[in-house]
T-cell receptor, first 115, second 111 residues
């Protein structure tokens, strides 16, 4: 089955530690995204990547970093500089084409809790 | 990037038709309108998209007037399992840049 996987599902971190969230897709999509969702809120864009070895900041990139060394993988690192990292993190990818290329496919999410 | 406005919440009863309206006053010529559904602790799921007039698929219809400044998602005969948050999103076709989803509309279907 094609899709997006995120791991781990739940993650606990102590203050001051960096942590990396995994996102893998086998949909052959060029574009990938990271969002953050806080309770009762919508999704906010952290970073996105249109192609391998290229990525752009979204609306709330401070305290986060990403890499895109492979088409299938777009890991997100939450650094100690992120002041309030406890949230639900969602990874997505988007296909190509004039119409189907507007659809984003989301992973199951990682819930990060800072202790 | 076009900003969208939706009602914060809506209630309905099982078997009724539900219409959720989204306004996007500064939509651009090449923008598409897309809708997503999200259940708690899950990623959003694409429902439908459209450019103008009416689009229908197996789960919903999308109505877009000629001026494209608003759109209405129509869910026929809702069931309890349709209780979710629904997001309206304006997407520039061919661009990877995605608009922030916003808070969406919490639909609660009552028995």
């Amino acid at each position: 089955d094609g899709g997006i996987t995120q791991s781990p599902k739940y993650l606990f971190r102590k203050e001051g530690q960096n942590v990396t969230l995994s996102c893998e897709q086998n949909l052959n999509h060029d574009a990938m995204y990271w969002y953050r969702q806080d309770p009762g809120q919508g999704l906010r864009l952290i970073y996105y990547s249109q192609i391998v070895n290229d990525f752009q900041k979204g609306d709330i990139a401070e305290g986060y970093s990403v890499s895109r060394e492979k088409k299938e993988s777009f890991p997100l690192t939450v650094t100690s500089a992120q002041k309030n990292p406890t949230a639900f993190y969602l990874c997505a990818s988007r296909g190509q084409g004039r119409e189907r290329g507007n659809e984003q496919f989301f992973g199951p999410g990682t819930r990060l809790t800072v202790l | 990037l076009a900003k969208t406005t939706q009602p914060i919440s809506m209630d309905s009863y099982e078997g009724q038709e539900v219409n959720i309206t989204c306004s996007h006053n500064n939509i651009a010529t090449n923008d598409y309108i897309t809708w997503y559904q999200q259940f708690p602790s899950q990623g959003p799921r694409f429902i439908i998209q459209g450019y103008k007039t009416k689009v229908t698929n197996e789960v919903a219809s999308l109505f877009i007037p000629a001026d494209r400044k608003s759109s209405t998602l129509s869910l026929p005969r809702v069931s309890l399992s349709d209780t979710a948050v629904y997001y309206c999103l304006v997407v520039l076709s061919g661009s990877a840049r995605q608009l922030t989803f916003g808070s969406g509309t919490q639909l609660t279907v009552l028995p």
